[in-house]
């Protein structure tokens, strides 16, 4: 595929309204992304998110490609709540921040 872009001092520009339509659709599709992380028990791999989105009937979908073309959004996001959800378990709390009380062993741990 090939696009040409042209750029002139005339050049029509985005028009505010679909700037903000595509900025609500972002944070829509990342709360999306949240809630199906929080609701498992274990986090979904981000195919199992991808294919739920699909199933959705989520309202302002760029037309041809649907949650497809909103998939550097849906990926950013998920990779987000991933590493915070990391980084949560390495210090030992849950979502809210509360002690989980568990202790995780390694395989370094167990050798000892």
Do not use: W
Not at 7 to 29: T, Y
Not at 54 to 68: K, R, T
Not at 69 to 78: E, G, L, M, Q, T
């Amino acid at each position: 595929m090939t696009c040409i872009l042209v750029c002139f001092p005339g050049a029509p520009r985005p028009h505010e309204e679909a700037i903000r339509k595509e900025q609500e659709l972002d944070a829509v599709l990342g709360r999306r992304v949240a809630e199906l992380c929080s609701s498992a028990q274990e986090p979904p791999s981000l195919n199992t998110v991808f294919r739920t989105l699909a199933s959705e009937d989520i309202h302002d979908l760029p037309p041809g490609g649907g949650v497809y073309c909103k998939a550097a959004v849906i990926a950013d996001a998920y990779s987000q709540l991933c590493q915070a959800s990391g980084e949560r378990r390495e210090k030992g709390q849950n979502g809210a921040g509360q002690p989980t009380g568990t202790h995780s062993s390694s395989a370094l741990d167990l050798k000892a």
